[in-house]
């Protein structure tokens, strides 16, 4: 995946080569173009890279990864091949939707437990992410499994009959298929799961219009 933004900052440089032409600014936070990209195959249409925006107050750019980690430097440009689209924005032929943050904790079983036999467990909160595909690592550090929680405000291919749903996802060994996942509605402003080994919850953590 970080091969196909380094791929798309390239195609930038060539973009900025050639004259200008005048673009909106994205408004500010997280835009990716997760829930199109996924279902594109599906729906018959060609698949584009995947990409994922933050954007400033300022309107500055950059690329970030599913982890919110920065692929590049801010960019106080245009976004190339960006466009309105009715009430919403495309990037070259796919849509951005704008990703709402999500403060998250989670538990996991350690392996060895207290002297006493009971179990025992780690503990992280303060995990930010976003719901449009965002990720965030948990390392056992040895003491208990690695987990990797992923969120997603998933709307189903067109025809597919299925509601739009509000994901939780739980990886252990396989960062593309789900250890488990849980659900609720997309506007939800809570969500969590308890699979006995590994249990977590995510909240939202700003509002947004």
Known sequence: MVRAWHGFIAS????????????????????????????????GREREEEVAFEV???????????????????????????????????IANSELRRARRFSCW??????????DGSEDWTFTHGLGTF???????????????????RLRNVTWAEGSGNRPSFVLYVHRDDPERAESYSWASPDADL??????????SCSLAEDRD
Do not use: M
């Open 106 to 115: 989670v538990a996991a079983r350690k392996f060895i437990g207290k002297p």
């Open 191 to 200: 969500i969590g799961i308890n699979l006995r080994w590994v249990q977590g």
């Open 56 to 90: 400033a107050e300022d309107g500055r750019w950059r690329l970030i990864n599913a982890f919110g980690e920065p692929q590049s430097a801010w960019d106080p440009q245009p976004i190339p091949d960006l466009r309105r689209a009715g009430s919403g924005w495309r």
């Open 131 to 149: 719901d449009q595909g965002g990720r965030v690592f948990v390392p056992g550090k040895g003491e208990a499994p690695d987990v990797t929680v």
């Open 12 to 43: 930038a440089a060539l973009a900025f080569a050639c004259p200008a032409i005048a673009q909106d600014h994205l408004p500010p936070g997280i835009w990716t173009n997760t829930e199109d990209v996924y279902f594109a195959e599906e729906e």
